[in-house]
């Protein structure tokens, strides 16, 4: 807006209504339309809805606002028939692109550090460097796939752009617009619900890997390192006490009771920092070798903790609940 | 006589009042976090940091540790915790231990002892102790010099790879053999910096071919049923598709029945390849063997391939590149368990590099040592024992290494 010079008191009520419909079309649709005939306010719209979504505190609505318009910026790239014009693009972001076009299928190729910026957030395979042609430094890329990175990039430059701190006044109108778009969402909201973990811990949901971890525990096997880190978090990010937890330690025979107190309570967030820590991603166990006994759930997620949430459900429904030890 | 670890500080202190000039400190010192293991007490003190090479003499010369390491990461506040120093960024390092590579000498020359029955073996370490079936034990290794030709080895597919495939000039890495049993490799540039956690673990499993799929490297069935051939990648291809033929070819040529056997290949395919042979040796001078035994299809194929890139990846660490706060061992500083030092290996010159020459600190003196038991082993041109139960004079830095190792008790310094 700054640079363009413009003022939010200023701008027409057409403006105004097609930023509120980009942010309407993101909630609903998780997709924001393209409507390149009225270039003008498609272009003016984008940063008063930016500043719209930024005004409210709400987290998961600019997450779901910047995903949304990233969607919109990769249909609009992929229908591009002009590679310089993703060249540009992609250099606006900093990216070492350049045109190769003289290796079909590829069009481009692309420093592999701004690749794996991206790529690192996408979890098909196609997408794992070592699946890639990777030459002198360049990952080789289709026009689709440069249109995939570009889509993240946005997505990430534009939660940037929302997550701004304190507090800004917008004029009466906008502030409406934006008290109609709350209410929306709050209804929408209603309908994706957010699980949280039961308070009892059910053993017989653990994915194989953590179950691995835990039995080897139990049975006074030595664990690696980056095992028992992820059984630790695992364990009390699904409502284990650290005092269990550590309980589950005791049966080792090099257990020191100082020095492991100090370890779980910092996994579980009650010292130092504070942050209480996710476990690792399946990918992550797999570099390290920790995953293992893959089942059926597994190949549909990509972390532990989701195989345990969707675990959970189809037990609730069956037995009744095994409860852990203690 | 002498106490055999108040006996080795001494060497140490001794070694770093004289050589603190080939130390050379760290890029950007002030931002390095510095950690010294203790002698006696075998505590690592971390979280310390100094301004200059002086100061860092002065710590070396102090403290007297028996390993001296400093963080790949940059910190704003290198002595504040953990938490609270600021990290800026960090080196990329690789980790190549001969720990964590298959070696022809199989480790016969490590022992270990089981924590809690006492069993003693030889070789690899068990998964669990064979008697009592617990998991601890403690361990004597022995770097010897099959195993360092091993990890030499992987060092250099591990260059191969940074150099070729992600365009690592080669005047930013430095390669370094530890002063025991492997090699580091560091990468020092601004642009590798920042790389995250995440980054440098997609990089770590493209060095050692995790999750590859050999169908995203040309491996697959092209054309309709009838005219349905099987293609491949070919010796010559770059990056992971020709590592995934080269690797096949190798793995190929000298595979047996059993090998074979053993990746999952069904007993006519086995025959069948066996069969022909020569055509497929001749198969790579042209479109490689992909297509010339169709009844297995590409299944088969693809485990062979399988093993091709196992034997093409580089055997590194996986954590130690992974971790962005890792300390790692400061160069021309002594290794506690052997008394020789971390020493950088001539880029040009790796395949001639002989760590047991390069890597002695200590050229002169000699001190007598009674030795319980210590192979045969070499230092320099000269090959020393094996010795058992025997009083002998050794050169100090032969001596310095029985004694790190706990092979020996000093006697008398001469």
Known sequence: ?326 | MMETKTFARNKFLEYYQKHSASIKPPTQIEKREFGFLLFKEKVMIRHKSSKNSDDLTKLLTTIVPSDAYYSSAYYEKPEEKMEQKGWLGADLIFDIDADHIPTPCAKTHDKWTCNNCGTVGKGVLPEKCPACGEQKFDEKTWPCEICLESAKKETIKLIDTLTKDFGFPTKDISVSFSGHRGYHLHIENRAVQALDSMARKEIVDYILGIGLETGFHGLEERGEKKSRVLAGPGLDDLGWRGRISRGTYEFLLNATPEELEKIGLKKKFIEALTQHEKKILKSWEEKGPWGILMRGGVTSWKKIAQRGVEMQSAKIDTVVTTDIHRLIRLNNTLHGKTGLKKIEVPFNDIEKFDPFKSAIAFKKGAVKVLVSDAPEFRLGDQTYGPYRNRQVELPTAAALLLLCKGMAEAKEEK
């Open chain 1, 1 to 326: 807006m700054k640079e363009l010079d413009l003022k939010i008191e200023d701008m027409s009520d057409p403006i105004l209504a097609r930023a509120e419909q980009r942010i309407e079309e993101a909630l609903l649709k998780a997709e924001v339309s393209t409507q390149l005939h009225k270039d003008e306010i498609e272009i003016t719209s984008f940063p008063v809805a930016i500043m719209m979504v930024a005004s409210t505190t709400d987290k998961l609505m600019k997450k779901r606002y910047a995903l949304a318009e990233a969607k919109r910026a990769y249909n609009l790239l992929n229908e591009e028939e002009n590679e310089d014009k993703i060249l540009e693009i992609a250099s606006a972001f900093n990216w070492k692109i350049r045109l190769a076009d003289d290796t079909p299928p590829y069009e481009f190729a692309l420093s592999f550090m701004d690749y794996l910026k991206n790529a690192t957030k996408f979890q098909a395979k196609k997408w794992k460097l070592v699946n890639r042609v990777l030459v002198d430094g360049e990952v080789y890329l289709t026009k689709d796939d440069t249109a995939r990175l570009l889509e993240e990039e946005v997505r990430a430059h534009i939660e940037k752009k929302l997550d701004v701190k304190g507090k800004f006044a917008l004029p009466q109108n906008v502030a409406d617009r934006v008290e109609r778009l709350k209410k929306t969402f709050t209804k929408q909201k209603g309908k994706i619900q957010f699980e949280e973990f039961p308070a009892g811990v059910v053993i017989s949901a653990f994915p194989p890997c953590i179950k691995k971890l835990y039995d080897d525990i139990r049975s006074g096997h030595h664990l690696s390192h980056i095992g028992r880190f992820a059984l630790t978090s695992f364990l009390t990010n699904i409502g284990m006490t650290p005092e269990d937890v550590i309980n589950l330690y005791r049966s080792l025979s090099d257990f020191n009771e100082r020095l492991t107190r100090y370890q779980v309570e910092h996994i579980a967030g009650g010292r130092g920092s504070r942050t209480k820590y996710l476990p690792p991603q399946c990918t992550t166990l797999r570099t390290h070798g920790v995953c293992t006994n893959m089942d059926e759930i597994c190949r549909g997620i990509r972390h532990p903790l989701a195989h345990y949430r969707k675990k959970l459900r189809t037990i609730k429904t069956e037995v009744p609940l095994e409860r852990a030890q203690k």
